[in-house]
């Protein structure tokens, strides 16, 4: 850094400012320590910059992460908070460790190593938020716990959501609709998103006077085509399916297919919380609640920044709307298809 401050004729401290952005720097003098840096060939040392200023300058993801990986969607989160973290010199730390197995959550905290976390697939009861607490480390929710006291979040308006889906159905005329969410199993956990969207989409539906027919299904496309034909049982006469679970619903459509049965000409599809590319692998394109994926990782890490350079103030809580899209998966309630008792549609 003294080499640095030498050949670009200012301080240490400037160099120091530069490198952090702890102090405005003007951009002509910015310019000219950067291209000192660039000259001398200087590469700032994280880890002595870390042992100087007692932060790693590392934020946690904590993602918990299944056999089926990532899809676009999930994917938006993640790129959103790393791109915030590196406008920010920051790196971000991506670790899976599953939500209830809070012995490695304390291991890896214990480690010291992040300065602070960002919270994913939150549970209605998550033990993570009282480990990260007890142990001090400083975190932020993109989603939320039932008891949001204190607790710093953002989060997708999921009420909001859900309304502005059923809405639009009934706009065009549906009123036998089913919402495919995710398995038994992730509602028994206190997944939080499945559990609002059920909830929002029964109290909608009651609201309305429709009955709310709601069935379950793994994350899965075979297990998508089985929610179908349980849901076709059902309520023989549906024309609309609502998906929470966008794995599961590739295999909606294609059990759609199989029934004979055309999006949107016999069943309208509208599907929550999904990227605007996974609605494009659709045949026809998938009208959306889109999800905001990208802005809510952008967000959380911008208030967990806050949060450690002590300018974060109460606790930060914020409920982001995801946008309607209309594309080829809706359309307007046409002669309801008579169907034999298996299913399939009579043409």
């Known amino acids: 850094m003294h080499d640095v401050a030498r050949h670009a004729g200012v301080s240490v401290s400037t160099v120091s400012y530069v490198l952090t952005g702890a102090r405005p720097i003007s951009p ?9 840096m660039a000259e001398l060939d200087y590469q700032p040392n994280a880890m002595a910059r870390g042992l100087a200023s007692r932060r790693s300058r590392i934020l946690g993801l ?6 089926r990986g990532t899809g676009a969607t999930e994917t938006a989160f993640v790129t959103g908070a790393a791109e915030a973290a590196a406008r920010a010199a920051h790196h971000l730390l991506l670790s899976p460790i599953p939500a209830g197995d809070v012995d490695a959550l304390r291991r890896l905290a214990s480690q010291r190593i992040l300065d602070g976390a960002l919270v994913m697939e939150v549970q209605m009861e998550d033990p993570r938020v009282e480990v990260l607490r007890e142990l001090g480390v400083p975190f932020v929710l993109i989603g939320r716990t039932r008891d949001t006291t204190g607790v710093p979040f953002v989060d997708i308006d999921f009420d909001h959501t859900v309304r502005g889906a059923v809405e639009h159905l009934l706009d065009l005329g549906h009123r036998s609709i089913v919402f495919v969410n995710h398995s038994q199993e992730a509602l028994a956990s206190g997944y939080a998103p499945a559990l609002r969207t059920q909830e929002s989409f029964t109290t909608v ?3 309305h006077g429709l009955e709310p027919l709601v069935v379950t299904a793994e994350d899965t496309a075979a297990a998508g ?9 059902q309520c023989p006469g549906l024309s609309a399916v609502l998906a929470m679970n966008e794995h599961a ?15 949107p000409d016999d069943v309208s599809v509208v599907s929550m919380v999904t990227s605007a590319q996974v609605a494009d692998l659709a045949t026809p394109a998938l009208t959306t609640m889109t999800s905001p994926g990208s802005t809510l990782g952008r967000l959380a890490v911008e208030v967990l920044l806050r949060t450690l350079e002590g300018s974060g103030g109460p606790s930060h809580q914020e409920l982001v709307t995801c946008s309607l899209e209309v594309r080829g998966s809706s359309g307007h309630l046409r002669r309801t298809p008579e169907r034999t008792p298996g299913g399939v549609a009579s043409r």
């Open 249 to 263: 619903l590739f295999g909606v459509l294609g059990e759609l297919a199989l029934q004979g049965l055309k999006v």
């Open 225 to 233: 085509r089985a929610a179908l034909r349980t849901a076709l049982v």
């Open 28 to 36: 002509a003098t910015r310019k000219r320590v950067l291209a000192a």
């Open 62 to 67: 904590l993602m918990p992460m299944d056999d």
């Open 205 to 207: 539906m009651a609201e």
